[in-house]
Structure formats: structure tokens, C-alpha cells
């Protein structure tokens, strides 16, 4: 079991940047990918950015550039640098972790980006 907390999101302008974070409840050394995820009511959940145990970063196109994601393996949490934000990244964002081939979610934290 994992548990996730998502912190930081909110309202900011078009332009701003805000710092997303998710506490995990085990060590994130022992969890094979975690990732932000971000949903509108009524659309899909997409992903925006991942990270794995060793490292490596995925992003989606629509935020590489502007977006970045990291971890602190000593804090047990992974953070979403969000840049250059556009009303159109206004979402619900959800954080994820992939441990032991099962997929666990946090509540998610709403960012809105005002224009």
C-alpha cells in the first residue's frame, strides 16, 4: 500500500509557476514510477509528467520545456516545477505511484491559471 499527499496547487496568472508536492507514505527508493497525472470534469485522466525508481523523466509535449518533475528520496516526495503556466493547464492534478504492478492515487490538488 501507498498512500499519497498532494500539496500546492491553487491560483495563479497565466505566466506564474507553482511547485506541486506528494508525500509518499513508504520509500519512494522501493516504488518503480511515480507520476502527475491531470484531469478535467467530464475528460480523462492524462498524464503530465513521470519519473522511475532510477531516475528517468517522461513528459507530456503540451509541458515539456515548462514543466519539470523530481524527487527527494530522503523526503519521500516527488515535486512538479510548473513554469510559464497557461490557462489551459488549469486541472485537477493527481499524483501516482506505480508499486508492485498496482496503481495507487492521491485526492489531487486543483491549479487554476487565471489569464
Known amino acids: 500500500q501507498v498512500q499519497l499527499v498532494e500539496s500546492g496547487g491553487g491560483l495563479v496568472q497565466a505566466g506564474g509557476s507553482l511547485r506541486l508536492s506528494c508525500a509518499a507514505s513508504?520509500?519512494?527508493?522501493?516504488?518503480?514510477?511515480m507520476g502527475w497525472y491531470r484531469q478535467a470534469p467530464g475528460k480523462q485522466r492524462d498524464l503530465v509528467a513521470a519519473i522511475t525508481s532510477a531516475g528517468i523523466t517522461n513528459y507530456a509535449d503540451s509541458v515539456k520545456g515548462r514543466f519539470t518533475i523530481s524527487r527527494d528520496v530522503a523526503k519521500n516526495t516527488v515535486y512538479l516545477q510548473m513554469n510559464s503556466l497557461k490557462p489551459e493547464d488549469t486541472d485537477v492534478y493527481y499524483c501516482a505511484a506505480d508499486f508492485l504492478n498496482m496503481n495507487f492515487w492521491g485526492k489531487g490538488t486543483p491549479v487554476t491559471v487565471s489569464s
Open positions: 513508504r520509500s519512494i527508493s522501493s516504488i518503480d514510477a
